[in-house]
DNA sequence: GAATAAAACAGTAATTATTATCGTTTTGTC
DNA sequence: GACAAAACGATAATAATTACTGTTTTATTC
């Protein structure tokens, strides 16, 4: 039986504020303003517990950390390949590929998952390296 | 100066060899028949070289370790969510959707990487956990 | 073919992200 | 308020990857 908790409430929240795509010791840092004795441990445990149940999504694809973003519905991240910094891309998700894609391999395919690979805005022409507070560092692809 | 290596040769033809984008640890363990001393820093290190001289691809969004691919051309991955195996999927890359992308986006869209998933064929009916040696875990998405 | 310097190696330690454990505190129900 | 389950904080453990170090290979020059 699920128990609320004032920590998972605030790690939502946190999430639903920010669009930067946080990873846990971001979120943790942040919390640690309020809750000056919370557990990066309790940081992992309500995420993945929010993500199981579905009300959260785990980026795995920008290169180290898993990022975490409070939007659950199917959308478009862009990558920047030098901060690493993750944006969202508004576009209409194309779900038509994933029965194109079906006549080509015998692999059932119930999704997808697009990741947009360039220069983020705040690192084009400047020489900067960083975007944010947590760089997972810059991305090959 | 970059001077030949017996064991770099080596973990290109093993990559060049499977299609099922092995991890540096089952790379490693291939290696091992034929280099009974290896180190697995020996691995990594060539991998990571071979992938910054743009001969190999790494893939980081298998959920868990990294996978490499010796395969540079742009093309898909299917990402099995019972077993975690990435296999290829043999479709012509819709390029048009970086600029399409671009129109939405004011960051610079220089690629894109699109990973299907789904439960692969090997999973497919079977009540197996495993597809290959080396399981890096389901994938949620 | 030996001498030499740079590159690569094997072995190992260190780092980083994440998960697991455990005794204590909080939450929801009776 | 009493109780049991859930969640917590602190810390240890795990796993993937990188860094370090003294030794061996490789390519070049003689």
């Given amino acids: 039986m699920l128990k609320n908790s004032r920590q998972r409430n605030s790690i939502k929240m946190v999430l639903m504020q920010r669009s930067d795509h946080p990873t846990a ?12 004795n919370i ?6 445990r309500n ?11 785990k980026i795995s694809c920008s290169g180290e950390s ?7 519905a199917p959308h478009y ?5 030098k901060c690493g910094a993750v944006h969202d891309v508004p ?7 994933n029965e194109l894609a079906q006549n080509f391999t015998e692999h059932r395919i119930t999704g997808h998952q697009t990741y947009f690979y360039g220069i983020c805005k705040d690192c084009v022409g400047k ?6 507070e ?6 090959t692809h």
Avoid: A, W
Wanted: glycine residues 6%; proline residues 5%.
């Fill in 134 to 139: 947590d760089i997972p560092g810059p991305v």
């Fill in 47 to 57: 995420l993945n517990l929010m993500c199981s149940l579905g009300e959260i999504r």
């Fill in 66 to 72: 898993d990022r975490f973003d409070g939007i659950i």
């Fill in 77 to 81: 991240h862009h990558i920047c390949t």
């Fill in 91 to 97: 576009m209409q998700v194309i779900d038509s590929i």
């Fill in 39 to 44: 557990s990066l441990g309790t940081v992992y």
């Fill in 25 to 36: 010791s971001v979120i943790y840092r942040e919390l640690r303003k309020e809750y000056p």
């Fill in 127 to 132: 020489n900067r390296t960083k975007c944010q």
